[in-house]
């Protein structure tokens, strides 16, 4: 499996740059975006982020499978898009788009975690509610983007029918294949990270 990964990457490296790129410069805007903020702005985002703690603090059963179905209808939403506009050519810039967005909602979310928590709690908060799932969530929303921009291009390259029927069914499956992997994404987000932060977040 380690091997097929690598080769894949290896042959699609100029993809993954580019895509991985965009999603790095959400992050950054993300960041920026909260750094600028008004003051009347940055009261809203600490009251928000105050409501939740404490309503974390509070509740005592999770609704685990509740939350469980949210993630995942959330993430099978976001598997859908970025494969339905990657089976279109004038589409690709939307995946590029969603990219973005997903940058953009990390950087926002460390960022803003920092400014109301201070540094060492906004980067504990940050690491246990985001991270965990990250390592599948990231990757996995980058190889859907990658795989849409690389029908996109064989698409402009070879527009056969032929083509490109076989190009959108290898983009169907590995397409499933990574929705397989935003679901185990979730269902660490639900029962690992929520769960370690509700013991965490005793001590903010």
């Not at 003051?39 to 009251?47: D, G, Y």
């Amino acid at each position: 499996m380690k091997e097929i990964i690598k080769k894949h990457i290896i042959a699609n490296k100029k993809e993954y740059i580019i895509v991985t790129l965009i999603f790095i410069i959400g992050i950054f805007l993300g960041v920026l975006f909260v750094n600028n903020l008004q003051e009347t702005q940055k009261t809203e985002v600490n009251t928000y982020l105050g409501n939740f703690i404490q309503k974390l603090k509070d509740t005592e059963d999770l609704k685990s499978f509740e939350l469980l179905k949210t993630s995942i209808y959330q993430n099978i939403t976001l598997a859908v898009t970025i494969w339905f506009f990657g089976t279109t050519v004038i589409g690709i810039p939307i995946v590029f788009g969603i990219i973005l967005y997903r940058g953009f909602c990390l950087g926002y979310t460390i960022s803003s975690s920092v400014l109301f928590l201070g540094l060492t709690k906004g980067i504990i908060f940050s690491i246990v509610s985001i991270f965990l799932q990250s390592i599948l969530f990231i990757p996995a929303i980058l190889a859907l983007g990658v795989s849409g921009f690389k029908l996109y291009k064989s698409i402009i390259k070879d527009n056969r029918k032929e083509n490109i029927k076989i190009e959108i069914v290898r983009h169907t499956i590995f397409s499933f294949i990574m929705l397989a992997v935003l679901a185990i994404a979730s269902l660490i987000e639900i029962f690992a990270s929520t769960n370690i932060l509700k013991i965490i977040i005793k001590y903010f």
